[in-house]
Structures are given as C-alpha cells and as structure tokens.
C-alpha cells in the first residue's frame, strides 16, 4: 500500500467517526481501564494507546494533544492545565500548569478582555510532558502520533465546537493569526466541515521529538514571542525558559467514611472539601431532593464567599474546625461574592485510568472561550487568556487561579472515584454535587453525572431544567418555587458544569467511566478480551 493511500484511509477513518458523534457512548466498564474524554476522537485515541500498550498517563498525554486539536476552544498548546493523579508505585500527586504572568507586565489600563496583552506564559506542554515523562511507559512520539494525524489530515468539525467558534468570530478577525487558521473569507467553519490543522500537527511533531524543549527555549519559543511582542505583548523568551510545570499542593478532606484528594491554589480544592465538610452536617441519604438542593445551594453560598481567604489560609478553608463556624454562622440577607455570569462555557475535562489501578484525573483551559482569541501564526494553536479582567489584577510570575478543581476520592487507600469539570465558575458545585450524588444517594456513576444540577448566583438559584436531565423526583422544582425562593430555571443543556468521571467497584473488580450528556464527549472501555 502506497503512502497516499495510506494517509487517504487514515483521513476517511478520522472523518468518519468525527460524523458519528451523534451516537456517541456515554458510558463504559472495563478491568482492564476506562477512558472518558469531552471528544470523541479523545477518547477513541486514549483507548487506542492503552490498546498499544500505555497506561493511563500514556492515554492521557494523547488525549491531551488530540483535544487539544479537536477543541480548540477549550484548550490547547497555549493553555494551562492541572493534573491529579494517582500512580500505583508511588501514590497521589499533582501537577500545577497553569499560566503564568510575564516578568515584564504592566498591566493595561484599557481593560482589554482579548489581544496579545491578555496573554501569559502557556504551561500546558510543560505539565503535561511532565506527567508522562515521569509516569508514561511508551515513547512520546507514539504516544502523540495520533494528534499529529488528526491535525494533519483535518477531521469533521463537530457542531457545538463550530458554534463555540462562530461566537466569537468578531474577535478571532482582529488577529492575524487567527484570521490565518481559524476564518475562511472572514467566516468561521460551518459544523461537519473539515478542519485541518497543518501547522499545529508540525509543532506537536517537534514537541513530540524533543518533549517541549523548542516550545520553552528553542525555535517555537523565539517564534511565539516575536509574534506576541510585536502585536503590543509582554511574553519574551526569557518567560518561557524559566517556566516550571510544579509539583503542586495536595489538600486533603473525608466525606462520609471516603477520602477526598484535591488540589491547593492555583486551584479550588479546598473549596470542593469546605463544600463537601458543610454538606457533612446534613443527613443526605435521607433527604428528600428539596432538602438536598437547599443543603447544596447553602453549602455552595457560604464556601464560594470564603473564596477570598485561600490565598490566606486555604488549609484552615479546608478544615473541619472551619467548617463547624461556617456551618453555625447564618447566611446574611444578601450575598456579597461576584460570580462571572459569561464563565460557564469553557474548559475541558478527562479522566483515565488503566489495569494496572493508575488513575488520571485532568484539567485544561484556555480561560473564556478560545482563549486571548490570538493564535499564533506559524504554530497555530490559541493563547490562554491571563492577565486582564478575566481573573483580575495580578502581578509579575504570579500564577493564574481558576475554579479547576479535579478530584480523587479514595476507600481503603485505592481511588475508588476521580473527576472534574468543565464550566468555569460552575465547575466546583458540580463536581460537589456528582460526588453527593454518588455517595449520600447511591446512585450509579452514570446517573450521579447526569443528574440535574444548581448553581446558586448571589440573587438566585439556578435549577437546571432540560430534556435529558434528571430529577430523583418529578415534583422538585415545583416544590422548590413553593418555598418562594429567587429561582430560574436553566433550559439549555451544559451550563451548570459538565462532568466526566470514572468509578471502581472492587466488587466486581471493575472501572466504570461516564461522560457528561450535555456534551458531545464519550466514554470508552478497554476490551477485556485484549491481551
């Protein structure tokens, strides 16, 4: 078979499965390791490399690039990320990526929310060839062939990402870069067209031959900032070489009789445990839904207007002693804390985990939709949005905080439960709830995700209320509008946080893997008749 034959079915196989998102699978159970990813050709090559052999940190290194191609309006090569994970050898760890503020920033006082002055030091390559150099087992250039392929040869644009693009279009025609490989004649993609990504599959191919050190002190590093201080900003080379992926802080909590691992600022651990501590006053197994709304919504209030002490104190956040003020303070009749109402529609998150009991549990982001909605225009990939409004003032190498928030919850030592979010400010109630869900009401890891979920705004309540969601009883929302309480209903799908999640039951000595409905991800489970 001659070489352009061989690319000619390697395209077609990429373009057809782009097409059959629409019969996508949600759900998954394997031994032998499960995948569940915001994309369906994420998913399709994380479960492919554990079929070539990887284990979970290799499948998540794949998935990273490859969503990194198919949804670049999530994340990508000029984004942050955070990584928990929990190796079987060594035990929990993870890893801050997040953006990073230029040395030489000043901060600009048009208040611009887009454009090159918006833009910090990208940390996601860093991070994630970090955890697969210290936990993968497959060479790195297999392990990223798949993303090269598909950026190479262009895939089937799915419709929500096409319309994810259409938004912001005004903004993509102000930059030369994103003209270049984002817009045909000053248009953004129709959905189902196909997109092609050449310059994006030569970067990763030399990221995949180099592990990252180009991007961070070499050709694409000068590149990057060459473009980014000749469109007016502050990102030199000398802020990638000294950029570091770190170990980042592990905070730990209990829930129930379970072990809660998340992550310390940059991220919003201690917050999910705060949550989790206050909801721990309440007898929720036997709470009927009105009773487990109105503990969530509470829950959620009194933690989310702590959010300003974790820079402080975020272990005493945390705590259980914290915890026990919190629950006995009232809640005053007004609530103070600023919420982004425009937050809710970014973000991505995947979860793997392997045979071996190695469990991965990631994060990635851009910030807002597309990023700084500058890309650049030799490599091809968005910059993450830093410094700005976004996330307020911030100074010189200070790192970018956000609500990503993944989770490992354990029994016994082993991870029996790992997720996150997408969603912004949405992204912490969410995974709180599919973990309430899942514990105090036993639901199935399928039906803990699907779930209806609330997000309480400082003057009311949002209940969400679709098709395809699910209340555990039809009368809640009426029940709910008779307590008289500010409430809106929530009528589109993927606003309240969109979870993907994965589960072992030791019983049957078997992963289970759930993908969020209100998007167009997947889950997928490694043949166990595969050796």
């Known amino acids: 078979m001659n070489i ?17 998102y629409l019969h996508a699978q949600k759900s998954a159970s394997s031994s032998k ?48 990320l955070q990584a928990l994970y929990y190796n079987f050898n060594t035990g929990p760890k993870g890893i801050d990526a997040t953006t990073q ?26 991070g994630i060839i970090k955890m697969h150099k210290e936990n993968g087992i497959l060479p790195l250039y297999k392990v990223l062939a798949h993303a090269i392929n598909i950026a190479k040869y262009g895939f089937a644009l799915l419709p929500d990402e096409a319309l994810r693009q259409s938004m912001v279009r005004r903004s993509l025609s102000t930059f030369p870069g994103s003209i270049k490989h984002f817009l045909i004649n000053d248009s953004t993609r129709q959905a189902n067209t196909l997109f092609r990504q050449p310059q994006l599959a030569k970067t990763i191919k030399k990221i995949s031959k180099d592990g990252g050190k180009s991007f961070y002190n070499g050709k694409i590093a000068k590149d990057i900032s060459n473009e980014i201080i000749s469109g007016g900003g502050f990102l030199k080379t000398s802020d990638l070489q000294q950029y570091n992926a770190l170990d980042a802080k ?11 691992v998340a992550m310390g600022l940059p991220c919003y651990g201690a917050i999910v445990i705060e949550m989790l501590n206050l909801l721990e006053k309440t007898d929720l197994a036997k709470a009927d839904e009105t009773k487990w709304v109105l503990a969530h919504a509470a829950a959620h209030h009194k933690a989310y ?15 259980l002693p914290f915890a026990n003020e919190r629950w006995l303070a009232p809640l005053p009749p007004t609530m103070k804390y600023d919420t982004n109402l425009h937050s809710d529609g970014h973000t991505t998150h995947f979860v793997v985990s392997d045979q071996k009991g190695n469990v991965v549990s990631v994060t990635q982001s ?15 990939f968005l910059f993450a949005t830093t410094m700005g409004p976004y ?94 309480l500010p409430l809106e209903e929530v009528k589109l799908p993927g606003q309240m946080g969109r979870v993907h999640a994965l589960y072992y039951d030791a019983s049957l000595g078997k992963w289970h893997a759930a993908a969020d409905p209100d998007w167009s991800g997947t889950a997928l489970g490694l043949n166990p008749d595969i050796k």
């Open 305 to 319: 207007e702590d959010r300003p002490l974790l820079k402080k104190d975020e272990d005493k956040v945390a705590s």
């Open 33 to 80: 390791g499960v995948i569940a990813t915001a994309h369906p050709l994420a998913t399709e090559v994380g479960l492919k490399i554990l079929e070539e052999g990887g284990n979970a940190f290799d499948a998540a290194v794949a998935a990273s690039f490859v969503l990194a191609v198919t949804e670049p309006s999530m994340s990508g090569l000029g984004g942050r």
């Open 366 to 380: 851009l910030g807002p939709l597309l990023g700084s909605k500058v890309a650049s225009e030799k490599h091809g």
């Open 4 to 20: 352009k034959m061989k690319h000619n079915i390697c395209y077609l196989f990429i373009l057809l499965y782009s097409f059959n």
């Open 101 to 126: 503020v230029p040395m030489k920033y000043i901060p600009d006082i048009s208040k611009a929310e887009d454009g090159f002055k918006t833009i910090g030091i990208p940390g996601m390559v860093k």
């Open 250 to 260: 592990i905070i730990k909590g209990s829930y129930r009789g379970y072990d809660i």
């Open 391 to 484: 996330l307020g003032n911030m100074e010189p190498l200070e790192r970018a905080s956000s609500h990503i928030s993944p989770v490992l919850v354990f029994k016994d030592g082993k991870p029996v439960l790992a997720l996150g979010a997408a969603g912004g400010a949405r992204i912490v109630p969410a995974v709180v709830q599919v973990i309430s869900r899942f514990i105090d009401q036993n639901l199935s890891l399928e039906k803990a995700v699907e779930a209806a979920r609330i997000y309480q705004l400082p003057e009311k309540l949002l209940v969400e209320n679709h098709e395809g969601n699910l209340w555990q009883h039809p009368q809640t929302i009426p029940n709910l509008k008779k307590l008289n």
